[in-house]
Nanobody
């Protein structure tokens, strides 16, 4: 059983920064493309960003380009999401997900999910 555990969420003022992490319990971690999704109350889960197993390729949703950065450390089985210039509309539960193969933007394409971490940016 592969487990994903997010950490690092919290409350941050608009314009601030936050880094969230996701540790994966089993590998080989480099076999997994990783994705970050988010879900705000009343909304569907939406794709934020993905990264290939090697870390070479990334795919960002337009609404986070230039503000968020995904990275991974395959030696630590961990993927990170650095979030800068946060806005109130970024408030959501952020989920990491893993899948074998290439980056996907559809939630149903991912095999494993974390429990989520709350990010709150008050208006």
């Amino acid at each position: 059983q592969v487990q994903l555990v997010e950490s690092g969420g919290g409350l941050v003022q608009a314009g601030g920064s936050l880094r969230i992490s996701c540790a994966v319990s089993r590998g080989p971690f480099s076999n997994y493309a990783m994705g970050w999704f988010r879900q705000a109350p009343g909304n569907e889960r939406e794709f934020v960003v993905g990264i290939s197993g090697s870390g070479v390729r990334t795919n960002y949703a337009d609404f986070v380009k230039g503000r968020f950065t995904i990275s991974r450390d395959n030696a630590k089985n961990t993927v990170y999401l650095q979030m800068n210039s946060l806005k109130p509309e970024d408030t959501a539960v952020y989920y990491c997900a893993a899948r074998f193969g290439v980056i996907a933007t559809v939630a149903g394409s991912y095999d494993y999910w974390g429990q989520g971490t709350q990010v709150t940016v008050p208006s």
